[in-house]
């Protein structure tokens, strides 16, 4: 049987008070504020990095202190980091006073990142805008209040195709059985 990544717990419990200390943050709270939400994130950063912990260990970590933390709310937490860091300020001062020598590099990749991104979002642009007919330009084009009047005009205009007559006609000759 394969051994666990064991952590120290001692060690994460000390990285939490002085977290706490530090930004004024209750760990173990369930609020949503962005910044507590936010730092929070950081706080989970802090502890994969500085004590080698997954977010399996964080939740059983939050267990063991009597608070439930879901796994997956912790994973995609921590995967916003780079977001907080691009936004938020106070993010920023904390994140850097645990990262000092990482700043600069941090943020030249995160621009990076945001560079590619935004070439990305450009040729998909691109290519919707050439899969796009010229009913869906003009639909594009519209302001939202009149949308929904020529939705309806054209509603009715493809309802009325299948209630229409479908042009097939059958000559039937007759003949008069008195002559």
Same mark, same amino acid.
């Given at each position: 049987m394969k051994e666990?990544?064991?952590?120290?717990?001692?060690?994460?419990?000390?990285?939490?008070?002085?977290?706490?200390?530090?930004?004024?943050?209750?760990?173990? #709270?369930?609020?949503?504020?962005?910044?507590e939400v936010t730092l929070k994130a950081l706080f989970w950063k802090v502890l994969t990095d500085f004590n080698k912990m997954n977010d399996r260990n964080i /939740?059983?970590?939050?267990?063991?202190?009597? =608070? /439930?933390?879901?796994? #997956? #709310?912790?994973?995609? /937490?921590? #995967?916003? =980091?780079? =977001?907080?860091?691009?936004?938020?300020?106070?993010?920023?001062?904390?994140?850097?006073?645990?990262?000092?020598? %990482?700043?600069?590099?941090?943020k030249r990749d995160?621009?990076?990142?945001a560079v590619q991104k935004e070439k990305v979002t450009k040729v998909l642009k691109s290519y919707n805008e050439h899969q796009k007919d010229k009913l869906n330009h003009l639909i594009d084009s519209l302001p939202a209040e009149?949308?929904?009047?020529?939705? %309806?005009? =054209?509603n009715l205009r493809v309802k009325s195709w299948s209630w229409k007559a479908k042009n097939e006609y059958e000559v039937i000759e007759g003949y008069n059985s008195l002559m």
């Amino acid at each position: 049987m394969k051994e666990q990544n064991k952590y120290d717990k001692e060690r994460a419990g000390l990285l939490a008070e002085r977290f706490q200390k530090l930004t004024g943050v209750d760990l173990d #709270s369930k609020s949503r504020i962005r910044k507590e939400v936010t730092l929070k994130a950081l706080f989970w950063k802090v502890l994969t990095d500085f004590n080698k912990m997954n977010d399996r260990n964080i /939740s059983d970590w939050y267990k063991e202190r009597g =608070v /439930s933390r879901n796994r #997956s #709310s912790i994973h995609i /937490s921590m #995967s916003k =980091v780079d =977001v907080y860091y691009c936004n938020y300020k106070f993010f920023r001062e904390i994140y850097d006073m645990y990262y000092r020598e %990482e700043p600069e590099l941090y943020k030249r990749d995160y621009r990076k990142r945001a560079v590619q991104k935004e070439k990305v979002t450009k040729v998909l642009k691109s290519y919707n805008e050439h899969q796009k007919d010229k009913l869906n330009h003009l639909i594009d084009s519209l302001p939202a209040e009149k949308r929904a009047e020529i939705y %309806e005009l =054209v509603n009715l205009r493809v309802k009325s195709w299948s209630w229409k007559a479908k042009n097939e006609y059958e000559v039937i000759e007759g003949y008069n059985s008195l002559m």
